[in-house]
C-alpha cells in the first residue's frame, strides 16, 4: 500500500477540475454525455484518473489490464475489457464510446428488421453493444485492488413529436415538417431518414415523404413540401386549396412503457393553407343584368312579369374555387321578399354566367341583393356584395 502515496506525490502538482481521488475513500469519476439514452444512440464515456496517468510523454491506456479492468455492460452482454484512452499527454483525462445496437426490431411496421444488434470491440472506439428497450448501460472500473467505481446510465424509448414550421401558410410557400425521435437515430454515425405522411382536405390520400436527419445523430428529421392548387399531389407537392387544413403523421413503433414493444401510435400535427390572395380578391363578381325569360334586357318592370337577374362570376386564379352564388329580394321595407342560390365551382381562369327568376307581385321599391360566397355554412365572402334597386310598377 505504500505505493499510494507516491502516486498521488507524483501528480500533485497538476491541475484538475476534481481533486486526485482518494483510494480509501475513491470519488466516481466516471461520466457519460447524456443522463439517459436511447436503444441506438452512441455513449461517449469518460473517466479522471490522474493517478493513471502514468507517463507525462505518452498517451496513456486504462481499462485493458485484466487486473484492472473497464466493463461496460447491460443484463445480458457485456465488453470487456474495454479501453479508454487519454485525451493527451499528461492529461490524466481517459475516454472512450461505444454505440448501442438496440435489439431486432421493426421500426415502421413493413415487416423487416431494422436493426443489426451485435455486441463487439474492445476500445476505445470500436465498441457496439446489443441493448433492450428498458435496460441500463453500467460502466465499471477496477480503480484500485478491491476498489470498482461503477456509473449507471438508463436507457430508454421515447413517444416522439411531429410538427409544422409554422401554423398558416400561404399556397404559394413551402412548409417544413419536422419529427422529433431520438429512438429513428438507428446509425449515430450517419443521417436517418423517417418517412411522413402528408394530406390535405382536397386530397386526403395525400403523399408520403421521406424526412431526412439533420445531423448523424440529432434524432430530428425534416421534409418540406410544396402545395398546387391546379395539378395532382406527387413527390413532394401536395394539393391543397386556400383554406384547406393539411395534416402531417408518422407512426411511432418504438414506445416506452406502459406500452408494449409490438404496440405503436400514430403521431399527428396540421396547420392551415390559404393563398396570398385576399379573400375578397379570389373571385369577381360583375354588376347584374335584368331580362325577360328570352335574355332580352328589361328597361321597365311590372308586376306579375318574369324578370331573370343574371350575374357573371369570374375566376381570375390559375386554381379552382367553390362558390355559393346567393339572389336575395327586399322591398321598400326592407324585408326579404325572395332569396335563392346557385352552388358549384369555378376552374381556374374560368368565368360564369348564373342566373334565377324572380315575378315581383307588388308594385314598389325594390332592391336586389347579390352575394359570392364560399360556401353556405361558413358564409365567407370572396367578393365583395352587389345590389341594385328598381322601381315595379
Do not use: C
Not at 433492450?132 to 456509473?151: H, N
Not at 403521431?267 to 393563398?275: E, G, I, Q, R
Request: aromatic residues 10%.
Amino acid at each position: 500500500m505504500l505505493v499510494f502515496p507516491l502516486i498521488f506525490f507524483m501528480f500533485s502538482s497538476l491541475v484538475f477540475a476534481e481533486q486526485i481521488p482518494d483510494y480509501y475513500d475513491p470519488y466516481s469519476p466516471i461520466f457519460t454525455d447524456k443522463p439517459v439514452y436511447s436503444w441506438t444512440d452512441k455513449v461517449r464515456m469518460t473517466i479522471l484518473a490522474p493517478s493513471w496517468n502514468t507517463d507525462r510523454h505518452l498517451i496513456d491506456s486504462i481499462g485493458d489490464d485484466k487486473d484492472h479492468a473497464i466493463e461496460i455492460s447491460t443484463r445480458e452482454h457485456s465488453l470487456t475489457p474495454y479501453r479508454f484512452t487519454e485525451t493527451d499527454v499528461n492529461s490524466g483525462i481517459f475516454t472512450a464510446e461505444i454505440i448501442l445496437t438496440g435489439f431486432s426490431h421493426d421500426i415502421d411496421g413493413d415487416g423487416d428488421i431494422d436493426t443489426t444488434p451485435r455486441t463487439t470491440g474492445n476500445g476505445p472506439t470500436s465498441g457496439f453493444l446489443e441493448v433492450d428497450r428498458d435496460s441500463a448501460i453500467t460502466s465499471s472500473f477496477e480503480f484500485a485492488d478491491g476498489v470498482v467505481l461503477t456509473k449507471f446510465v438508463p436507457i430508454q424509448w421515447n413517444i416522439g413529436k411531429i410538427q409544422f414550421s409554422e401554423e398558416n401558410y400561404l399556397s404559394d410557400k413551402t412548409a417544413l415538417i419536422r419529427v422529433i425521435d431520438s429512438d429513428l437515430n438507428l446509425n449515430p454515425e450517419s443521417l436517418d431518414h423517417a418517412s411522413i405522411q402528408i394530406s390535405s382536405n382536397s386530397d386526403v390520400s395525400g403523399i408520403e415523404v421521406d424526412a431526412i436527419e439533420t445531423s448523424d445523430s440529432s434524432g430530428v428529421f425534416v421534409a418540406s413540401i410544396s402545395f398546387t392548387q391546379n395539378q395532382s399531389s406527387s413527390g413532394n407537392r401536395l394539393f391543397a386549396m386556400p383554406g384547406d387544413v393539411i395534416f402531417a403523421k408518422y407512426d411511432d413503433y418504438t414506445l416506452p412503457k406502459p406500452y408494449a414493444t409490438s404496440d405503436n401510435l400514430e403521431v399527428k400535427t396540421f396547420a392551415n393553407v390559404d393563398s396570398s390572395i385576399h379573400i375578397l380578391q379570389r373571385l369577381h363578381s360583375l354588376p347584374i343584368v335584368l331580362s325577360d325569360a328570352s335574355g332580352t334586357p328589361l328597361t321597365s318592370f311590372s308586376i306579375h312579369d318574369q324578370i331573370q337577374i343574371v350575374g357573371t362570376i369570374l375566376n381570375e386564379q390559375n386554381f379552382k374555387q367553390n362558390f355559393v352564388y346567393l339572389f336575395q329580394v327586399k322591398d321598400a321595407n326592407n324585408l326579404v321578399v325572395s332569396v335563392s342560390w346557385i352552388q358549384g365551382d369555378l376552374y381556374g381562369n374560368q368565368n360564369l354566367d348564373v342566373s334565377q327568376s324572380w315575378i315581383p307581385k307588388k308594385a314598389g321599391v325594390y332592391t336586389i341583393e347579390t352575394y359570392t360566397w364560399n360556401s353556405l355554412i361558413n358564409t365567407t365572402p370572396l367578393s365583395p356584395s352587389l345590389s341594385t334597386s328598381i322601381f315595379v310598377k
